[in-house]
């Protein structure tokens, strides 16, 4: 069987694209002697809210999606005795958010081509209690814009929408974090479209809600360590108005995030041209290709999933994941559903038979490598693994 060698080593599912530009900035911004939060983030949230292009977007940087997705729940009031819609089909950080406010996620099963929330399911799934609800756009294809607001609005429903995947992505000729919604979240992880190690970004329009998030990111201080800070005068006195939390982006993340953002349609374009190259080498196999919306702007192609049929493949989804690996290619599964994890199928008391698509597409699904730095030697790589794992 093949294996990775010193001339032809393992690829791995995930690599970061990172130039001479981002090592430039962290090094400026080390020099510079402002490490935590300071003016690259203040900056940072500046450029992404033009970048989304709504003149009333307000965007706090944080120091993971996660954090942000907290904060959010938390602006908008979110606590004991409410319900939030939640898709089965993502990371459990979407969920375990609305536990961290007192609340009970409410699982929802997700459409069958592009696993995003199923609104049909989620509407049977609405009580009195239903007070939320978060979709997920998973893999970089979006959510319907304008089938999310509707929703929303005809069910009196906060939205909060988890757009780690989702940028930058177009839903209805606007950017995701350019809507209606009262927060949208991205994501800065390692793995993710754009990077700063860890980070993520909030968008809100709310004046309100972006200072109860901006007080309660550092510790539920009524003043940001930046303004306390970069003044000559001494600022030395505080108030702490909540019990908060310490969720603020570091200076040096943010100069990366700047020029990763800067980079962001470059990196997302590369993105598309490698799922474009899967997608005509793997038209003839046997394999399930993923959506492809129309229009180069409508898919972040974060991820690239495939769907494996054990019959018609002749070997089962984790068969091929091992195969892979014995090419020397590294593949990843996005996600196990939320149900089938022995907490969530405990605490919101559900059975595979709930979730009839996601439990049925879990067992198919398997992610391909798809990165803004790979090589056009990667994505060969690639593709010949697929080939001779199924000649196999």
Known sequence: ?????????????????????????????????????????????????????????????????????????????????????????????????????????????????????????????????????????????????????????????????????????????????????????????????????????????????????????????????????QSTVPAWRYDVVAPGFKYNLPDTAAAMGRVQLGRAVEMRDKRREIAHRYLEAFQDLPLEMPLVPEGPENHAWHLFVLRIDAESVGMHRDEFINRMSEEGVGTSVHFIPLHLHPYWKEACGSTDADFPVATREFERAVSLPIFSSMTDGDVEKVIRAVGRVLAR
């Open 1 to 229: 069987m093949p294996e990775a060698t010193e001339n032809d080593p393992f690829l791995p599912f995930a690599r970061p694209d990172i130039t001479e530009a981002e090592i430039d900035a962290v090094t400026q911004t080390i020099r510079s002697g402002w490490l935590t939060t300071g003016p690259n983030a203040a900056a940072f949230e500046k450029e992404m809210a033009e970048f989304l292009g709504g003149e009333d977007i307000i965007c706090v940087a944080v120091n993971s999606a996660t954090a942000g997705l907290h904060l959010a729940v938390e602006a908008l009031g979110i606590g004991p005795g409410d319900e939030v819609l939640v898709p089965t089909w993502t990371f459990t950080s979407t969920a375990e958010v609305v536990r961290y406010v007192g609340a009970d996620p409410v699982l929802v099963d997700v459409d069958p081509e592009t696993l995003n929330i199923d609104f049909v399911d989620a509407e049977r799934k609405i009580t009195g209690r239903t007070k939320a609800v978060m979709p997920v756009h998973l893999a970089g294809i979006p959510v319907d814009a304008g089938e999310l607001e509707d929703f929303a609005s005809q069910h009196q429903l906060l939205v909060v929408e988890d757009a780690a995947h989702a940028f930058p992505v177009m839903s209805n000729g606007k950017y995701v974090g350019n809507s209606t919604s009262d927060a949208v979240v991205f994501s800065f992880y390692a793995t993710k479209t754009i990077t700063t190690g860890e980070g993520g970004m909030v968008m809100v329009r709310s004046e309100e809600m972006a200072q109860r998030m901006r007080t309660m990111r550092l510790h539920g201080i009524s003043r940001d360590v930046f303004n306390r800070y």
